[in-house]
């Protein structure tokens, strides 16, 4: 394959060229920064709770005319009423398991502390996020316990969240453990909850916290699991459905509780949800972030694409005559084809090796700006390819619209 | 002359159906996106009160102990403790200033069968009003003397009247928050600042229809509602927050000019470093932001929006390449036509001013049909689940700025072909034919 004549057609169009260079290299730049955080958020989206997600429901809600749980009476009959709730929960027929539990992974509320390995708090610090429930709340979650035991039910505190009682045993997610006691022997030793001692009686393989935003990122799989029920004029659980009848749990469990006390609070928006619904909602921008990249990178790749389509097609149609004469000295169809394929090949070439550098460029100046991941290369690869490959099938139909020039062209005047 | 050129642009753009097609379509979405992030942005990072910004200043003091700071990177604690929030409430040291508290109000009907329900309720103090320019529809705020006496008076928005009153004047009249009651003194007309500024870092929502009630600090913490937010440093007792070791508090002072604000950050430095021999800070550390400073540390606009906003300016500068090369293309394949006009005897700047003419004609549509898709986005974004969501409209401004960009855009694509087009001398294209 002579380069020549492609080339000193190239150097005819200096101008189109440059422009077809620079579209190439800056679809390049930011198609292949825009796929990046595309998967990062799906990455991000997919992360596991920890928990078994289809049929756990949370519920939240308030009493009318709560007690106001300053003296330890009224913290009694908070208690109280309470504990009614879980016991109307449990006996619902589609409703395996329920606890008191003040949160949930993905959604939101979130009650947290430092860890340490004194009362003094020097030394390891790891910060968690504090599960507050009662001796169900591990089954409940469906949190795989992988060293030590449960909760015991005279374990279980209770208490209104500012209250001086702190619990003497702790289940911790094994990141926690691993962090405190990197020796792998964290099960039975005592350690200090905001310089309060407990017992680490247990360890779940993986409990997310309950919340996705950014500062609680460094320690996203951080728990623990507190045997405290929290009392309040509000008051949250955790309700395991029977396999498959989570809607009906759901309902069931709505009649259930407004049938106890008609006034309490407990809004169809928050108040009764699935962690499905709760992912849902907590993903939502992400999923909105993703889709409006993608959409932008697809219409970025056809307009570029069609402008490549639409300069050949002219130049095809001004070179006609000299198609002509290269067709009459002799050149076969599948020549002038492969002219303006290579002729493609090679503007497309030089697209993506600047195109490589600016979307190099661009990642470094999203790096400083926003906190954004280094690109890594297999994108950047997969870039270049897909453009070089979009470059051949834009020109494709121009460039056989160019091979069907007949001979005769070069004898008829332009 | 002008209406020879449209004409001779009509002829041209229309022999070529798809590439017009193409070149208007590509300019109109590269401007639709950037018009729909731009107006988003715009919204965002908006003055939320362009009167007063200038006046309002957010101080910062640094309780925490050295060994356990606020954050790793040295940030200043974003709240206050109550004691210090005081002391500079007392101090009177500014032409106004008040300290705030977000909390979830129980609100409870007193018509029966009505259900309680729960709305954005704001704890703070007498100036809150007067220092923000909150507009009063009935009655007004409360007096520093019912701050210190905790009296059980309150102020709600318009909407919460509208909803518990029917918008009759509801002054006088009580309202049952937390299962206790408090009489309203004052209804507020429409009042939601975008971003809702002083919020920020109390809890809740950024943007969006504003706060429900406002009650005295310390009447609604006697009545046991508690913020939304706490953070605390040291493990001492923490049942009673105003002296715990906890921030929770968000202080915002008036102060007239850059002198005023001098002095007042004087004044903080003083203050921390008496703290200091007091035993009770480590650190004499202050901070005295203005509003939009605060804003912008704050970083109130989400990395998501500015990154979809960069992400479109892209999108409109490929798109204007693109048209660029089209537009080269096509005047290009034009020299014999050029050729003849020349020879005929139309100058360079003719050529030139055809050809601009055709750009700019490419432009416009390019920009109305770009309006379009910028209402489209927009209408999506008002669909998003996002709290700014219900905010998102063209304005007159936008409106305008669409074309300007359309029109700028399309000329600055039509320069370089115009220009090449105006060179090209006629005896060889002549010849050529």
Request: glycine residues 8%.
């Given at each position: 394959?002579?380069?020549?004549?492609?080339?000193?057609?190239?150097?005819?169009?200096?101008?189109?060229?440059?422009?077809?260079?620079?579209?190439?290299?800056?679809?390049?730049?930011?198609?292949?920064?825009?796929?990046?955080?595309?998967?990062?958020?799906?990455?991000?989206?997919?992360?596991?709770?920890?928990?078994?997600?289809?049929?756990?429901?949370?519920?939240?809600?308030?009493?009318?005319?709560?007690?106001?749980?300053?003296?330890?009476?009224?913290?009694?009959?908070?208690?109280?009423?309470?504990?009614?709730?879980?016991?109307?929960?449990?006996?619902?027929?589609?409703?395996?398991?329920?606890?008191?539990?003040?949160?949930?992974?993905?959604?939101?509320?979130?009650?947290?502390?430092?860890?340490?390995?004194?009362?003094?708090?020097?030394?390891?610090?790891?910060?968690?996020?504090?599960?507050?429930?009662?001796?169900?709340?591990?089954?409940?979650?469906?949190?795989?316990?992988?060293?030590?035991?449960?909760?015991?039910?005279?374990?279980?505190?209770?208490?209104?969240?500012?209250?001086?009682?702190?619990?003497?045993?702790?289940?911790?997610?094994?990141?926690?453990?691993?962090?405190?006691?990197?020796?792998?022997?964290?099960?039975?030793?005592?350690?200090?909850?905001?310089?309060?001692?407990?017992?680490?009686?247990?360890?779940?393989?993986?409990?997310?916290?309950?919340?996705?935003?950014?500062?609680?990122?460094?320690?996203?799989?951080?728990?623990?699991?507190?045997?405290?029920?929290?009392?309040?004029?509000?008051?949250?659980?955790?309700?395991?459905?029977?396999?498959?009848?989570?809607?009906?749990?759901?309902?069931?469990?709505?009649?259930?509780?407004?049938?106890?006390?008609?006034?309490?609070?407990?809004?169809?928006?928050?108040?009764?949800?699935?962690?499905?619904?709760?992912?849902?909602?907590?993903?939502?921008?992400?999923?909105?972030?993703?889709?409006?990249?993608?959409?932008?990178?697809?219409?970025?790749?056809?307009?570029?694409?069609?402008?490549?389509?639409?300069?050949?097609?002219?130049?095809?149609?001004?070179?006609?005559?000299?198609?002509?004469?290269?067709?009459?000295?002799?050149?076969?169809?599948?020549?002038?084809?492969?002219?303006?394929?290579?002729?493609?090949?090679?503007?497309?070439?030089?697209?993506?090796?600047?195109?490589?550098?600016?979307?190099l460029a661009l990642n470094l100046w999203l790096m400083t700006h926003y906190e954004m991941a280094r690109l890594p290369l297999p994108y950047v690869g997969i870039g270049v390819l897909a453009m070089l490959v979009i470059g051949?099938?834009?020109?494709?139909?121009?460039?056989?619209?160019?091979?069907?020039?007949?001979?005769?062209?070069?004898?008829?005047?332009? | 002359?002008?209406?020879?050129?449209?004409?001779?642009?009509?002829?041209?753009?229309?022999?070529?159906?798809?590439?017009?097609?193409?070149?208007?379509?590509?300019?109109?979405?590269?401007?639709?996106?950037?018009?729909?992030?731009?107006?988003?942005?715009?919204?965002?990072?908006?003055?939320?009160?362009?009167?007063?910004?200038?006046?309002?200043?957010?101080?910062?003091?640094?309780?925490?102990?050295?060994?356990?700071?606020?954050?790793?990177?040295?940030?200043?604690?974003?709240?206050?403790?109550?004691?210090?929030?005081?002391?500079?409430?007392?101090?009177?040291?500014?032409?106004?200033?008040?300290?705030?508290?977000?909390?979830?109000?129980?609100?409870?009907?007193?018509?029966?069968?009505?259900?309680?329900?729960?709305?954005?309720?704001?704890?703070?103090?007498?100036?809150?009003?007067?220092?923000?320019?909150?507009?009063?529809?009935?009655?007004?705020?409360?007096?520093?003397?019912?701050?210190?006496?905790?009296?059980?008076?309150?102020?709600?928005?318009?909407?919460?009247?509208?909803?518990?009153?029917?918008?009759?004047?509801?002054?006088?009249?009580?309202?049952?928050?937390?299962?206790?009651?408090?009489?309203?003194?004052?209804?507020?007309?429409?009042?939601?600042?975008?971003?809702?500024?002083?919020?920020?870092?109390?809890?809740?929502?950024?943007?969006?229809?504003?706060?429900?009630?406002?009650?005295?600090?310390?009447?609604?913490?006697?009545?046991?509602?508690?913020?939304?937010?706490?953070?605390?440093?040291?493990?001492?007792?923490?049942?009673?927050?105003?002296?715990?070791?906890?921030?929770?508090?968000?202080?915002?002072?008036?102060?007239?000019?850059?002198?005023?604000?001098?002095?007042?950050?004087?004044?903080?430095?003083?203050?921390?470093?008496?703290?200091?021999?007091?035993?009770?800070?480590?650190?004499?550390?202050?901070?005295?932001?203005?509003?939009?400073?605060?804003?912008?540390?704050?970083?109130?606009?989400?990395?998501?929006?500015?990154?979809?906003?960069?992400?479109?300016?892209?999108?409109?500068?490929?798109?204007?390449?693109?048209?660029?090369?089209?537009?080269?293309?096509?005047?290009?394949?034009?020299?014999?036509?050029?050729?003849?006009?020349?020879?005929?005897?139309?100058?360079?700047?003719?050529?030139?001013?055809?050809?601009?003419?055709?750009?700019?004609?490419?432009?416009?549509?390019?920009?109305?049909?770009?309006?379009?898709?910028?209402?489209?986005?927009?209408?999506?974004?008002?669909?998003?689940?996002?709290?700014?969501?219900?905010?998102?409209?063209?304005?007159?401004?936008?409106?305008?700025?669409?074309?300007?960009?359309?029109?700028?855009?399309?000329?600055?694509?039509?320069?370089?072909?115009?220009?090449?087009?105006?060179?090209?001398?006629?005896?060889?294209?002549?010849?050529?034919?």
């Amino acid at each position: 394959m002579r380069l020549h004549p492609t080339l000193s057609a190239l150097r005819q169009h200096k101008a189109g060229v440059l422009l077809i260079v620079l579209q190439i290299a800056l679809t390049l730049a930011i198609v292949c920064n825009a796929i990046f955080v595309i998967g990062q958020r799906i990455e991000r989206m997919n992360r596991p709770t920890g928990t078994v997600e289809d049929g756990l429901i949370r519920i939240s809600q308030s009493w009318f005319g709560a007690p106001a749980g300053d003296d330890a009476a009224s913290v009694e009959k908070l208690d109280a009423l309470q504990r009614t709730d879980l016991a109307t929960l449990r006996n619902l027929p589609d409703v395996q398991d329920v606890a008191a539990s003040t949160s949930m992974p993905l959604q939101g509320m979130i009650y947290s502390g430092t860890l340490s390995l004194n009362a003094q708090q020097t030394g390891v610090a790891v910060s968690a996020a504090y599960y507050y429930g009662d001796e169900h709340l591990r089954p409940t979650l469906g949190v795989r316990l992988i060293a030590g035991r449960d909760f015991r039910a005279d374990e279980i505190l209770h208490r209104t969240l500012t209250g001086e009682a702190a619990p003497s045993v702790i289940i911790v997610s094994k990141p926690v453990a691993g962090k405190l006691f990197p020796d792998g022997d964290a099960l039975g030793k005592t350690v200090y909850q905001d310089g309060k001692p407990a017992t680490i009686v247990g360890i779940v393989e993986r409990l997310q916290t309950p919340t996705t935003a950014k500062w609680g990122s460094a320690w996203d799989y951080n728990s623990v699991l507190e045997p405290i029920r929290v009392d309040g004029a509000s008051a949250s659980y955790a309700v395991r459905a029977r396999p498959g009848r989570e809607q009906a749990a759901m309902r069931e469990a709505r009649k259930a509780l407004l049938a106890v006390d008609p006034l309490r609070v407990m809004p169809d928006s928050w108040g009764i949800q699935s962690l499905s619904q709760i992912r849902d909602k907590i993903y939502r921008a992400d999923r909105g972030m993703a889709l409006m990249m993608a959409a932008v990178c697809l219409i970025l790749v056809v307009v570029t694409a069609a402008g490549i389509a639409g300069l050949t097609s002219f130049w095809v149609g001004q070179r006609r005559k000299q198609i002509g004469v290269r067709r009459a000295l002799g050149a076969r169809r599948i020549d002038i084809l492969r002219h303006f394929q290579v002729e493609n090949l090679l503007i497309a070439g030089g697209g993506v090796l600047l195109g490589v550098v600016l979307a190099l460029a661009l990642n470094l100046w999203l790096m400083t700006h926003y906190e954004m991941a280094r690109l890594p290369l297999p994108y950047v690869g997969i870039g270049v390819l897909a453009m070089l490959v979009i470059g051949q099938a834009a020109v494709f139909m121009p460039a056989r619209r160019a091979s069907h020039v007949p001979p005769v062209v070069a004898t008829r005047a332009a | 002359m002008f209406g020879y050129y449209l004409d001779l642009a009509l002829r041209s753009l229309k022999r070529n159906k798809v590439l017009t097609t193409l070149m208007v379509l590509s300019l109109a979405l590269g401007i639709g996106a950037s018009i729909t992030t731009l107006t988003v942005f715009r919204l965002l990072s908006g003055d939320p009160l362009p009167q007063k910004s200038a006046q309002l200043f957010y101080p910062q003091l640094d309780p925490y102990p050295k060994d356990q700071p606020f954050s790793r990177s040295d940030k200043m604690p974003w709240l206050m403790t109550y004691a210090d929030a005081m002391n500079l409430m007392h101090a009177r040291k500014a032409t106004r200033q008040a300290a705030m508290a977000m909390t979830q109000a129980k609100v409870t009907p007193s018509t029966a069968g009505q259900k309680p329900f729960f709305s954005d309720g704001v704890m703070t103090t007498a100036d809150f009003f007067a220092m923000f320019d909150a507009p009063f529809r009935y009655g007004g705020g409360w007096s520093a003397a019912d701050d210190d006496n905790r009296m059980p008076v309150a102020v709600i928005a318009g909407f919460l009247n509208d909803k518990l009153f029917g918008g009759t004047d509801s002054v006088g009249r009580s309202i049952r928050i937390n299962e206790h009651d408090f009489r309203i003194v004052g209804v507020l007309d429409h009042w939601a600042p975008q971003p809702r500024f002083y919020g920020l870092r109390l809890g809740g929502h950024d943007y969006g229809t504003g706060d429900a009630v406002f009650m005295p600090l310390q009447t609604a913490r006697a009545d046991g509602m508690t913020p939304q937010v706490t953070l605390s440093f040291g493990s001492s007792d923490s049942t009673k927050l105003e002296t715990a070791p906890s921030i929770w508090l968000g202080v915002w002072v008036q102060l007239s000019g850059a002198a005023d604000a001098a002095a007042y950050r004087t004044f903080l430095g003083n203050y921390a470093a008496q703290q200091v021999t007091l035993g009770r800070f480590q650190r004499p550390r202050v901070s005295l932001s203005g509003l939009m400073q605060w804003l912008a540390d704050q970083r109130v606009v989400p990395d998501d929006v500015r990154l979809q906003t960069g992400l479109a300016f892209g999108f409109l500068l490929i798109c204007v390449v693109n048209t660029v090369g089209l537009l080269l293309a096509k005047c290009l394949r034009r020299s014999r036509e050029i050729g003849v006009r020349r020879a005929l005897g139309a100058s360079r700047g003719a050529i030139f001013a055809q050809f601009m003419v055709e750009a700019a004609i490419v432009g416009l549509a390019g920009g109305v049909l770009g309006l379009g898709f910028a209402e489209l986005g927009l209408l999506g974004i008002r669909h998003q689940p996002a709290e700014y969501a219900s905010l998102a409209h063209l304005d007159i401004g936008m409106f305008l700025f669409t074309f300007v960009v359309a029109v700028l855009a399309s000329l600055i694509a039509g320069l370089l072909p115009a220009w090449r087009a105006s060179l090209l001398a006629p005896a060889p294209q002549l010849k050529a034919a």
